[in-house]
């Protein structure tokens, strides 16, 4: 099943994106025209994933501009959308780092001049994601052999991007090109984002894969099941902490002690060299009914039970085995591997 993710509408004035919160039971596609509409969007979650919320962004920059008056306050108010975009999810440094090249382009500049180079610029955001995933996917089958189970958590495959994704681009390129895995998709509470949104794509695209609790991943690896792990993330600090859907650190950890190789893959616009630390990375919390009520035809917890929902946790750098780039892979130390091959930028 071939779908698309994001992309700019064919009149240019939104932006068409799959709403993933209907997964894996209806496919349908949203028309966003408005700030608000995109901004509700990456909130609920209908677009997700670091590269594909940076990809809508972008090029829902470009169609607020085309509908902003041609006077002197068009960069200020394209501005003034920039940061109502950035504050829909705070994590991801795709989305400020995206908005922010829009920005740069319709600096000084008035309505007419920028437009063509905003278009130009939104477009380039949707081809550097597309050739990185590409990159990313080559790069990963170097760490892998053919019939390793692999472990992944979340989603960060192409409904994460625009092709391929992340942590799941490895194996959609490697059955491509005839590679067999078995894959272990852990749910991904409470959002369930393994089970609504992995599992999808990988049975779609024909490869070998196991819907199992998040709490079962430390029993697989006890009995041998799993050569590794795969993961997508949302920043990466420069120090290489990641910040990742919760419950990544937990998959982490029992990788180390299990001696297995934790994988994390990223496009470099995921790495934030100003950020020192994991420690400096906020946390989004979101909603507490998304654990008690959201997938459920009643409550599955008491009535005003306190809950405490946070989005992400932090993966310390000495837990993880490698981080793969569209550049290359890095390895630990991060602040040494990661400053090399990319100049600390």
Same mark, same amino acid.
């Given at each position: 099943m071939k779908l698309f993710t994001v992309?700019?509408?064919?009149?240019?004035?939104?932006?068409? $994106?799959?709403?993933?919160? =209907?997964?894996?039971?209806r496919v349908e596609y949203l028309r966003l025209e408005t700030p608000g509409e995109l901004f509700e969007a990456i909130s609920s979650l209908r677009v997700r994933g670091a590269p594909a919320?940076?990809?809508?962004?972008?090029? !829902?920059?470009?169609?607020?501009?085309?509908?902003?008056?041609?006077?002197?306050? &068009?960069?200020?108010?394209?501005?003034?959308?920039?940061?109502?975009?950035? /504050? /829909?999810?705070?994590?991801?440094?795709?989305l400020p780092h995206a908005v922010n090249r829009m920005l740069n382009k319709a600096k000084n500049r008035g309505k007419a001049e920028a437009l063509p180079l905003l278009k130009a610029e939104c477009e380039a955001v949707y081809n550097e994601d597309r050739a990185m995933c590409r990159a990313i996917s080559e790069l990963g089958l170097t760490l892998v052999r053919e019939g390793d189970g692999i472990l992944t958590h979340c989603n960060a495959g192409a409904l994460a991007a625009t092709e391929y994704g992340t942590g799941l681009g490895t194996l959609l390129l490697g059955r491509e090109l005839g590679y067999n895995f078995h894959v272990y998709s852990d749910e991904t509470r409470p959002l369930?984002?393994?089970?609504?949104?992995? *599992? &999808?794509?990988?049975?779609? *695209?024909? $490869?070998?894969?196991?819907?199992?609790?998040?709490? *079962?991943?430390? =029993?697989?690896?006890?009995? !041998?099941?799993?050569?590794?792990? &795969?993961? !997508?993330?949302?920043?990466?600090?420069?120090?290489?902490?990641?910040?990742?859907?919760?419950?990544?650190?937990?998959?982490?950890?029992? +990788?180390?002690?299990?001696n297995i190789p934790f994988y994390v893959f990223c496009p470099s616009s995921t790495i934030d060299f100003a950020c020192g630390s994991g420690e400096d990375i906020v946390i989004e919390e979101r909603d507490g009914k998304e654990i008690t009520s959201l997938f459920y035809e009643k409550?599955?917890?008491? +009535?005003?039970?306190?809950?405490?929902?946070?989005?992400?946790? $932090?993966?310390?750098?000495? =837990?993880?085995? *490698?981080?793969?780039?569209?550049?290359? $892979?890095?390895r630990y130390p991060y602040t040494q591997s990661l400053s090399a091959l990319f100049g600390g930028e």
């Open positions: 992309r700019l509408s064919e009149d240019e004035n939104a932006v068409d $994106i799959l709403d993933q919160t =209907l997964l894996p039971n919320i940076g990809v809508a962004a972008g090029f !829902g920059m470009y169609t607020a501009a085309r509908k902003l008056p041609d006077d002197g306050e &068009f960069a200020e108010k394209l501005g003034e959308i920039g940061s109502y975009l950035i /504050s /829909s999810r705070p994590t991801a440094v795709n369930l984002q393994g089970a609504r949104l992995t *599992a &999808f794509e990988l049975l779609s *695209a024909g $490869i070998d894969v196991t819907l199992i609790c998040d709490s *079962a991943a430390s =029993l697989l690896m006890k009995q !041998g099941k799993i050569n590794a792990v &795969f993961v !997508g993330c949302d920043r990466v600090a420069a120090n290489g902490d990641t910040a990742n859907k919760i419950g990544t650190r937990s998959a982490a950890v029992n +990788a180390k002690y299990c409550p599955i917890a008491p +009535a005003g039970v306190k809950c405490f929902n946070p989005a992400f946790d $932090i993966t310390e750098a000495e =837990l993880i085995t *490698a981080i793969v780039t569209e550049k290359g $892979i890095c």
